[in-house]
């Protein structure tokens, strides 16, 4: 049986295929790394009976009207005893409580 090409012209084919999907297999690899690190968030945690006006505005989703909101509601409350205390500010409801909760250290 008769080829088109020559056997040596076939390995070079294989060679260079073979060449081809381990550069796109380690480059794909090389890009899932480098977006899982782009996603990386700084892990930090407030106390929100203490924290600073500026503190808070840290927090995703907390500004300054929602950080003042805090700090006056700790003013004329008191302390914050739970975590779900933290929706009688307003402006602050379900949603914006979830996003923080992970941001805010336990309450004893």
Known sequence: MRFFLRYQDQLTIIFFMVFFFVLIFSFSVSQKEWKHEQKKEYQFQVDINTATIE????????????AEGIAVYRETEGPFNDHHE??????????????????????P
Request: glycine letters at 12%.
């Open 55 to 66: 503190e808070l505005q840290i927090l995703p989703g907390i500004g300054e009207k929602l």
């Open 86 to 107: 933290i929706m009688n500010v307003k402006g602050i409801g379900v949603k914006k409580l979830n996003t923080v909760k992970p941001y805010l250290r336990d309450l």
